[in-house]
T-cell receptor, first 115, second 111 residues
Framework: NAGVTQTPKFQVLKTGQSMTLQCAQD?????MYWYRQDPGMGLRLIYY???????DKGEVPNGYNVSRLNKREFSLRLESAAPSQTSVYFC??????????????FGPGTRLLVL | QKEVEQDPGPLSVPEGAIVSLNCTYS??????FMWYRQYSRKGPELLMY????GNKEDGRFTAQVDKSSKYISLFIRDSQPSDSATYLC???????????FGGGTRLMVKP
């Protein structure tokens, strides 16, 4: 049981290049999330998918797109990377049923550097 | 102004000390309050979870929520070097789904 996995672990891009960050969970969770973490800013929600087939914008969606490929996988795409997108990206998931005591489970993160 | 404020630290304490970590928030709709621990170069992991006001204890950790003051705290008793990490508070108006995070406090416990 791997939990939430993310690939790649680290990536360097040049301005204008594109890339896709991959996320998969094996906990049969309904909801999945993409966050970015910058120093002193905490975690900010980029996009989320409440259930398979749905996606919604979070706090900072500009410059990103997402795809909920199936129940397990949720990818984040940068179409034209900018230096402002240098960050650590975390994927998370949870049951999404609104039950008390529920939490989000996080992956190990992808460190992205845009030059 | 951010919805959730947290002193970034770093907070440095000797082993065995009692640690107090705090967050303030502005959104009165928040009902669910969480503390996540994040080790360097790792993803956050849930440490404590409380609903509404009151205290919750789990081993050396106590989470406290004061909704009237919009203030939450995490206390760590008998702190250990292994507690050295960044502690993030998070809160939600509904159970677990949309979380708003504080910026995190970096804690260092010296042997």
């Amino acid at each position: 049981n791997a939990g939430v996995t993310q690939t790649p672990k680290f990536q360097v891009l040049k301005t204008g290049q594109s890339m896709t960050l991959q996320c998969a969970q094996d906990m049969n969770h309904n909801s999945m999330y993409w966050y970015r973490q910058d120093p002193g800013m905490g975690l900010r929600l980029i996009y989320y998918s409440a259930s398979e087939g749905t996606t919604d914008k979070g706090e900072v969606p500009n410059g990103y797109n997402v795809s909920r490929l199936n129940k397990r996988e949720f990818s984040l795409r940068l179409e034209s990377a900018a230096p402002s997108q240098t960050s650590v990206y975390f994927c998370a998931s949870n049951l999404g049923l609104g039950s008390i005591g529920e939490t989000q489970y996080f992956g190990p993160g992808t460190r992205l550097l845009v030059l | 102004q951010k919805e959730v404020e947290q002193d970034p630290g770093p907070l440095s304490v000797p082993e065995g000390a009692i640690v107090s970590l705090n967050c303030t928030y502005s959104n009165s709709a928040f009902q669910y309050f969480m503390w996540y621990r994040q080790y360097s170069r790792k993803g956050p992991e849930l440490l404590m979870y409380t609903y509404s006001s009151g205290n919750k204890e789990d081993g050396r950790f106590t989470a406290q929520v004061d909704k009237s003051s919009k203030y939450i705290s995490l206390f760590i008793r008998d702190s250990q070097p292994s507690d050295s990490a960044t502690y993030l508070c998070a809160m939600s108006g509904n159970a677990g789904n949309m979380l708003t995070f504080g910026g995190g406090t970096r804690l260092m416990v010296k042997p």
